[in-house]
């Protein structure tokens, strides 16, 4: 079964290889075979989302130090339930995903003031 095909007709690449195409070599077929021997930058990204206990919280920054977007381009693209995305908030505390968000961070503890996570009480220390 064939899935979907870019426009050199090779098949859709990992999350990973579309989250960061340059960690993959042009015209590579066979991505994810690449990105899953050696530790990517990607990979080293979700081990620390995955790290961040329930009651907690880490900004985009913490997660990717230097490159907060980069943090938000892998978990855009991560379709993995295993990577508790909603513990990854703004560096003000905002959230990117609103209500959905906020409703799975309460349950887990998070204190809130207002409609931003309290980021001094429930950042994780660095």
Request: hydrophobic residues 40%.
């Amino acid at each position: 079964m064939a899935g979907p095909r870019d426009s050199r007709g090779h098949g859709r690449p990992s999350c990973l290889a579309r989250a960061w195409p340059a960690l993959v070599p042009r015209g590579c077929r066979r991505a994810s075979l690449i990105i899953s021997r050696v530790p990517s930058r990607a990979e080293a990204v979700l081990s620390r989302i995955r790290a961040t206990p329930p009651g907690f919280v880490r900004a985009y920054g913490d997660v990717s130090p230097g490159a907060p977007r980069f943090a938000g381009a892998v978990l855009a693209d991560c379709d993995d339930l295993s990577v508790p995305w909603h513990r990854i908030v703004r560096a003000d505390g905002s959230l990117a995903k609103g209500a959905r968000q906020r409703a799975l961070l309460e349950a887990e503890g998070v204190p809130f003031r207002g409609e931003r996570v309290d980021m001094r009480v429930a950042r994780l220390p660095t």
